[in-house]
């Protein structure tokens, strides 16, 4: 085979995990090939970045783009500016992004614009909420795709909904379940929860930070929930960044346990032994339905209607109130749960398959 030019876009704590195991297949597979990794620098502190790039073992990034923060405009706009580039200079033959970040929709156009096609993994999600900034990207990823890797039927047939061609559609399964089982040993043998004084199945985690719920006046309401929660059963809040600019003032909620984003290894041995999840993130809901802990996710909706179906996934709605609920979940014991289809750890493998064969 011709020595062959791929190129990996990632940028941001999520796509770390989506991507990972796709670049390790390929490269396994496509040992003659370039590999080229892009870090948007999208997300740059230390434990929304390095760590995940270490304990996911992903390569060195080839490029660093070093965009940062900003607005929408702005954080888009560099990343444009800066991926084109290197795109040019990089000759690629196939190229790939990841779920629905605004360094995935830069990518997206730089690509397309180029010429240069492009598989966009975690493709099909829609939330019909198009005040999500993640919902235009991910229609803008999934609109100029030429592979569009889906993780379950619903988002296969949001694509078809769309009119998506069938032959740009593929249904893999969940790259992040390949990741979450690939490294299951390791987290499983690090029991945080324990060295943190917790006492496995008895204790709530928390992780929210989506602008509609940590932008407004909403994030008091649910601070003071928590805090009502936490005098029934322990709450570890590993804090966002963009949340822990929005909290005024910790010392109001006394009983909440507030640290800093943990690692990979350590987020997903607390959530495994979680007695549930209260959550806003995407590939939480993913994982927690995966791993059989109750989830509770505090949107209006969700675009994995999967985990609510076939997982352990409840959505409340944004109403604060509801946070009482999950008290009773803490002690119920992991919930009677199916793992949805493909969700078996080779997603990334299907993946390969259909790359290898198209670059023959
Ligand atoms: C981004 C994604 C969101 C994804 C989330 C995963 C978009 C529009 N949003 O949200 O879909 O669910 O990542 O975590 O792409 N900050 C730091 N350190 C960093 C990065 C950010 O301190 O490494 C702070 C900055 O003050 C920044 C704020 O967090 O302004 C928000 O960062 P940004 O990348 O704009 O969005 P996220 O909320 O992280
Ligand atoms: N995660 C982590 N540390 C944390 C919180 C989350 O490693 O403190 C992991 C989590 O296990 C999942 C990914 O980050 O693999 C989800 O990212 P995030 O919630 O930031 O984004 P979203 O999925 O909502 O886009």
């Given at each position: 085979?011709?020595?062959?030019?791929?190129?990996?876009?990632?940028?941001?704590?999520?796509?770390?995990?989506?991507?990972?195991?796709?670049?390790?297949?390929?490269?396994?597979?496509?040992?003659?090939?370039?590999?080229?990794?892009?870090?948007?620098?999208?997300?740059?502190?230390?434990?929304?970045?390095?760590?995940?790039?270490?304990?996911?073992?992903?390569?060195?990034?080839?490029?660093?783009?070093?965009?940062?923060?900003?607005?929408?405009?702005?954080?888009?706009?560099?990343?444009?500016?800066?991926?084109?580039?290197?795109?040019?200079?990089?000759?690629l033959?196939l190229?790939?992004?990841?779920?629905?970040?605004?360094?995935?929709l830069?990518?997206?156009?730089?690509?397309?614009?180029?010429?240069?096609?492009?598989?966009?993994?975690?493709?099909?999600?829609?939330s019909?909420?198009?005040?999500?900034?993640?919902?235009?990207?991910?229609?803008?990823?999934?609109?100029?795709?030429?592979?569009?890797?889906?993780?379950?039927?619903?988002?296969?047939?949001?694509?078809?909904?769309?009119?998506?061609?069938?032959?740009?559609i593929?249904?893999?399964?969940?790259?992040?379940?390949?990741?979450?089982?690939?490294?299951?040993?390791?987290?499983?043998?690090?029991?945080?929860?324990?060295?943190?004084g917790?006492?496995?199945?008895?204790?709530?985690?928390?992780?929210?930070?989506?602008?509609?719920?940590?932008?407004?006046?909403?994030?008091?309401?649910?601070?003071?929930?928590?805090?009502?929660?936490?005098?029934?059963?322990?709450?570890?809040?590993?804090?966002?960044?963009?949340?822990?600019?929005?909290?005024?003032?910790?010392?109001?909620?006394p009983?909440?346990?507030?640290?800093?984003?943990?690692?990979?290894?350590?987020?997903?041995?607390?959530?495994?032994?979680?007695?549930?999840?209260?959550?806003?993130?995407?590939?939480?809901?993913?994982?927690?339905?995966?791993?059989?802990?109750?989830?509770?996710?505090?949107?209006?909706?969700?675009?994995?209607?999967?985990?609510?179906?076939?997982?352990?996934?409840?959505?409340?709605?944004?109403?604060?109130?509801?946070?009482?609920?999950?008290?009773?979940?803490?002690?119920?014991?992991?919930?009677?749960?199916?793992?949805?289809?493909?969700?078996?750890?080779?997603?990334?493998?299907?993946?390969?398959?259909?790359?290898?064969?198209?670059?023959?």
């Amino acid at each position: 085979m011709a020595q062959h030019r791929l190129l990996y876009v990632v940028g941001a704590r999520p796509n770390f995990v989506k991507m990972a195991p796709v670049v390790a297949e390929l490269r396994r597979r496509l040992p003659d090939a370039v590999h080229v990794l892009v870090h948007t620098g999208q997300h740059y502190s230390d434990e929304l970045s390095e760590i995940f790039i270490d304990q996911l073992e992903l390569p060195e990034p080839t490029h660093r783009l070093e965009t940062g923060s900003g607005s929408h405009g702005e954080q888009t706009a560099r990343v444009i500016e800066r991926l084109e580039p290197v795109v040019e200079a990089e000759r690629l033959d196939l190229a790939f992004v990841a779920g629905d970040v605004n360094s995935t929709l830069a990518a997206a156009l730089v690509l397309v614009k180029l010429g240069v096609p492009y598989g966009h993994v975690e493709s099909g999600l829609r939330s019909f909420d198009r005040s999500m900034p993640e919902e235009i990207n991910r229609i803008v990823a999934d609109e100029f795709a030429d592979h569009l890797f889906a993780h379950s039927e619903d988002a296969v047939e949001n694509l078809r909904r769309e009119g998506i061609e069938p032959e740009r559609i593929h249904l893999v399964g969940n790259t992040m379940i390949d990741t979450l089982c690939r490294l299951e040993p390791r987290f499983r043998e690090l029991g945080l929860a324990e060295r943190l004084g917790l006492e496995p199945g008895r204790f709530v985690l928390v992780t929210l930070h989506r602008p509609a719920l940590v932008d407004g006046p909403v994030l008091h309401e649910v601070l003071d929930q928590l805090q009502a929660l936490a005098q029934c059963v322990p709450v570890l809040f590993p804090v966002h960044p963009r949340t822990r600019q929005r909290i005024a003032d910790e010392s109001r909620y006394p009983d909440v346990r507030f640290v800093a984003p943990v690692g990979y290894l350590e987020f997903l041995s607390l959530e495994a032994d979680a007695g549930a999840v209260l959550t806003d993130s995407g590939g939480v809901q993913e994982e927690t339905t995966f791993l059989g802990v109750p989830c509770f996710t505090l949107r209006p909706g969700t675009e994995r209607p999967v985990t609510t179906r076939l997982g352990t996934n409840v959505v409340l709605g944004v109403d604060p109130s509801r946070i009482a609920d999950v008290a009773d979940a803490v002690g119920a014991g992991p919930r009677a749960h199916d793992v949805p289809p493909l969700w078996d750890g080779h997603a990334s493998e299907r993946i390969a398959d259909i790359v290898v064969e198209r670059l023959r």
